[in-house]
């Protein structure tokens, strides 16, 4: 399906990278990068209010996901919100971290506060809720209506299937945004 501009709005501070694939139904608000083969499926919102938000490759955002970068700094600049590789949100989640590792899933129904720091290869089970300030230790399991804690010996296993499928399907049903990045050039510099 080909692509259409939403009311005539566009983000000037958006970059898509090829081969991401954006719905048109999602709202992402501020300066937010989306690295290759990441899906955002419509009614996702990402908002960069008080700093960019830069999103890595091969990650899933599904319907209802909010993400929001309002960290602040004492300068009055935000601080970036970087969110890592292979990470999948499902439906629902609400994240506001400081930062966000590789190889993450945070489940349905679940927050994560605007002072943790999660690292690689967490996962955030369905309805738990971090809102202390914390560092997440790589391999931490959330889970439990008391948000009991463990750590797992592997790192959950990356979605490359479902981002295969989604990547055939979602053109059919949705609206696409188009990727605005180009790859790097190399110029000749003249002396």
């Known amino acids: 399906m080909a692509s259409k501009k939403a009311g005539g709005t566009t983000n000037p501070n958006l970059k898509i990278a090829a081969g991401a694939m954006v719905c048109e139904d999602c709202e992402l608000i501020g300066d937010i990068t989306i690295g290759s083969r990441t899906v955002i499926h419509p009614k996702a919102r990402i908002v960069a209010e008080s700093g960019p938000v830069v999103i890595g490759e091969y990650n899933i955002i599904e319907e209802l996901v909010t993400i929001t970068n309002s960290s602040s700094t004492e300068s009055g600049n935000g ?52 809102t202390m300030a914390e560092q997440l230790a790589d391999y931490t399991v959330i889970y439990g209506g008391k948000c009991e804690r463990r750590i797992q010996r592997e790192r959950p296993p990356a979605q490359t299937l479902q981002i295969d499928f989604l990547t055939k399907i979602l053109p059919n049903y949705h609206y696409l945004k188009k990727p605005n990045t180009q790859p790097a050039s190399r110029t000749a510099v003249k002396k």
């Open 79 to 130: 601080k970036v919100l970087i969110i890592g590789n292979n990470n999948v949100f499902e439906v629902g989640a609400n994240v506001q971290a400081v930062r966000v590792g590789d190889h993450n899933v945070i489940e349905s129904k679940a927050h994560v506060g605007p002072k943790v720091e999660i690292g690689t290869g967490c996962i955030v089970g369905a309805g738990c809720q971090i």
